[in-house]
């Protein structure tokens, strides 16, 4: 990501070129994470075509909220977004309740989680809710042992978030699943990035990503870097392209590996991604990966063996 960004930057400066003369194209939506952070970090603006940054997919946002709400019980917001979801028993009257209970009583929803036994009228739901309030209360004291990757990868596993989206097997499922995957994995990242001077906690984690959940308004006539998976970039050309992540597992599929005419598929998906770029195109991988929070070699793609070299 931070090679991507930085060859951009220093294209810009050589030729003078504008942002929307650049594109990044990438195999999984997952991907659009790294490509993000290091582009805002040299304040190069982007768009990403055809879908959504990445911590505004839905599935980011609820991790996200899990965490801020484990840091400030009484982040609203957070609150509502989760607390039947994944689903427990929890439903949307017994949550208009609650709130209409903080508010008449002028407590805040988490005082009203914490004293649930108070209110008959929430009774039959008083069980659940107050699993609820245990169980944020539980991720709250482990701050103290585990580290914002370890306490992030528990939570994701212990309240059903990660299980729940592997179980759907659809394109879209398993796009949902990987994304939050990728987000365990940058908060792996940021744990192990020795050149950051801050503490590894959870605080720390959700400031450095603050101005990346905040939604950005999108002028389509901006002058932008454009961000897309290759599938979303056909028939559209730009003078500078990068293809990043062209490793064996990623581009080829892991999923094509098996099967020939999947292989070939991919390869011809490799031959859409390389003509889109009108004047120059740069081909990159990663030497290793955070998979599943453990580092692991990275093999380049094949397809870079199959260019003739003169053209490299």
């Not at 897309?228 to 599929?253: D, Q």
Request: charged share 30%.
């Amino acid at each position: 990501g931070r090679f991507v960004a930085q060859s951009i930057f220093e294209e810009q400066m050589e030729k003078k070129l504008p942002n929307r003369s650049f594109a990044i194209l990438y195999r999984t939506n997952a991907q659009s994470r790294s490509f993000e952070e290091a582009l805002r970090k040299l304040n190069i603006p982007y768009r990403i075509y055809g879908g959504m940054s990445f911590y505004q997919r839905k599935e980011i946002k609820d991790l996200v909220a899990y965490l801020r709400l484990v840091i400030n019980n009484n982040d609203e917001e957070s609150l509502k977004r989760i607390i039947n979801y994944p689903t427990r028993g929890i439903g949307q009257t017994t949550i208009d309740r609650l709130i209409l209970y903080a508010g008449q009583n002028n407590l805040s929803l988490w005082e009203v989680i914490e004293n649930v036994r108070d209110f008959p009228e929430l009774r039959a739901a008083a069980a659940k809710i107050t699993d609820f309030g245990i169980m944020i209360r539980s991720f709250g004291m482990m701050r103290k042992t585990h580290n914002a990757y370890e306490l992030a990868a528990y939570i994701a596993k212990s309240t059903g978030l990660l299980k729940l989206l592997n179980e759907d097997k659809t394109i879209e499922g398993i796009s949902k699943y990987e994304n939050l995957v990728e987000l365990l994995n940058g908060i792996k990242e940021f744990v192990e990035d020795d050149t950051a001077e801050v503490e590894k906690t959870l605080e720390n984690y959700l400031q450095d990503i603050a101005l990346l959940t905040d939604a950005d308004k999108d002028d389509p006539e901006a002058d932008k870097v454009t961000l897309m998976t290759i599938h979303g970039s056909k028939g559209l050309e730009f003078p500078v392209v990068f293809i990043g992540g062209m490793e064996e597992n990623l581009f080829p599929s892991q999923m094509s590996l098996s099967n020939r005419k999947e292989l070939e598929e991919e390869r011809r998906l490799f031959y859409v991604a390389l003509t889109r770029a009108e004047k120059k195109i740069y081909l990159s991988y990663a030497t290793s990966r955070f998979r599943f929070g453990s580092l692991l070699p990275s093999e380049p793609s094949r397809f870079l063996d199959e260019i003739d070299k003169e053209y490299i």
